[in-house]
């Protein structure tokens, strides 16, 4: 008994051994007590969208001189992420700076955060109650009817077209639609909107977007145009423009990593996406943070410390929203130029 | 013999099981790890807070999976089972109270939701049984048919988007905090823990269980009706699962159909860890808890570090379970020698 009790003893140091070897070289996240603390919690970790992001983090972390990271769930799940919330409110964090899964599901968490002293922003959750700023790196219904413009130029300004966004329940993606939808109303007047199905999921998965694409084509063959919102939708409906042989016949627009859609762009399957770039947020929201922090005042015109947030300026419709110019056009002319 | 020996006796047999022994010490060594590394976070009230209100969800789970696993079965349909009846409370109470209704009304809606997650907890539960005891399915199988029926169930009602707007009355008292500090879902889980350990040693129920465990054709010979039996205890794992429900519908305000969808694995991963016995037969409500503890602590200090990728979560998992299950068979009697002499 007593051998075996000491075997388990040296199995669990070698246990913790193990983990303190790995804790080594991390070590250091403690010596920075006293100055601010800001977390980054993206939707989740592996997507290339919030990799390029964790970019401008580091970047304002290094220009800063803060103690800035980014920290997200293993999947896009908003338990896991609440729960990731959870232990930063616990670690006693300064700052959170949250991109929402689901802003509903986050609600309590974030409120508990708050009413802990903690500094909750937010991106991309226009409707989120318990933040104190959101920002957007652009008003979203001029996003939406900029998407509609490249869409409308493919399209030759006329045919019938539908919208795609990630989840009915994503605020952002749903005001890019109806900002397209209304500025196609009003500037393209032979465009028409499918109205059996005016909006469809994606689900922010590329496979999904592809199926529910190829459906549509198939079951309206009128259709001409999608308009894409998340960044799986215009990789996934090219995909099925692809397969089903339509490419020049039917278009899709919408948001897209510059390096992932080069294939898509060059063949022609898609003439132009649309784009802010996730880091230059990434950078901007710990950047805003930090200057609540700071104790600065938050008024229109705030400059942010990046191209396109240079001066934010209040939504007109949510006080909480700040919004930048921070939108770009890729074709196949400038996809290498970006350099993600 | 009085209640005392009894329960004495009990003591020193739970202090003699090796993996309860293992699970301590495995958790002390956590501890001492945790408040020398990150003593802030250690020192503070509100790092334990947050581990209480995040391991009863699946905690709760696990619960019902142990008891499953002692009369030698599984169910894996626990995540279905709490997201389902969590959407159907969520949905009966915004039926009762829809937002902007009068407060009074919140009540009556939150007992309503409460008394329905918890039966139709249950009705789950004893459908896995029924189709496990009766029609002799084996319970890895039923219970993944009806995880994917469940879950599609839960889609279907709320057409895969997340139903939230609940009144708040119903977070103010699930996700309360006792006194200030001691969070509602642990007061729910603990008195789980009690309730299953009433059951377990202090009716007939759970040495029945392991006697059915061990071998359910002595079991059936020694006159237990081996499926009524079965019905219960999968019926109790369904009724946990709905109070998981009831806790995750309260930690987010809203349900969903894919809430915790790697709670499975998750709660499988703690009962083995705790020394149950999966062929059925053996293991401890303590060692459960244990390794309840022992896998929140590991998963709230990975947490603290901020270089350590949430993505090595699943790994550490899998290594811990493979690691456990390998020393589980080391410890048993003569395991190890015949190690060597088949070798040699």
Redesign the interface.
Known sequence: MKQ??F???A???S??VG??L??C???D??SA?GDHTI?IVPKD??NPWFVRMEEGVKAFASDSGLNV?Q?????T????Q???I???????VDAIGVIPV?P??????LKEAMD?GIVVVTHEGATQENTMYDIEAFNNTDYGAFIMDNLAEAMGEEGLYTTMVG???NASHNEWADGAVAHAAEAYPNMTLLEAEPRV?S?DDGEVAYQTAKELFKKYPDLKGIVGTSSFDAPGVARAIEELGLTGKVFVSGTGLPAANKEILEKGLVQSLTLWDPADAGYALASLAAKILDGEEIVDGLDLGVVGYESMQFSSINPKVLEGAGWVVINKDNVDSFGF | MSVFSTASVRMRALAKD?QV??LA??LA??L??FAA??T??FV?L??W???A??FP?FGLMALGVMLTMIIGGIDLSVVAIANMTGIGAAVIMLSIAPPGSDPSQAVPAILAAVAFSLVAGALAGMFNGFLVAKIKIPAILVTLGTFELFTGIAVIITQ???I??LPTQY?EVF?AKLGGIVPMQLVMFALVVVVIWFLMSRTALGTKLYLLGTNPTAAEFSGLNTVSLTVRTYMLSGIFSAVAGLV?L?????A?A?????YTLLAVLIVVLGGVNPNGGSGRLAGTVLAVIVLQVL??LL?????????Y??LIYGGVLL?VIV?NQ??KPGNFARFFTRKG
Not at chain 1, 71 to 75: F, N, R, T
Not at chain 1, 86 to 92: E, K, V
Not at chain 2, 250 to 254: D, E, I, L, P, R
Not at chain 2, 258 to 262: A, F, I, P, W
């Open positions: 075996r009790r075997k388990a003893i199995v669990g140091l246990l913790a983990l303190s790995s804790a070289v991390t070590d996240s403690t007590e977390v970790s592996t990271y920290k997200g769930p293993s999947e799940d908003a338990t896991m609440a729960q990731v959870r232990d930063l409110i616990a670690q006693g689901d509903g599901a986050l609600e309590p968490v802990a989840h009915v329940t999921e689900q | 090796p022994t293992r010490v495995i060594l956590l001492i790890f590394v990150r802030p976070s503070r509100s790092t807070q947050s581990m209100v995040q969800e895969g988007k997340p939230s707007g977070s996700a995750m309260a930690n987010y305000n809203s969903k894919d809430y915790g969808s790697t998963s709230s947490n603290t570090f901020p270089d350590i990728s949430n993505f979560r699943p690691l020393m080391w410890y």
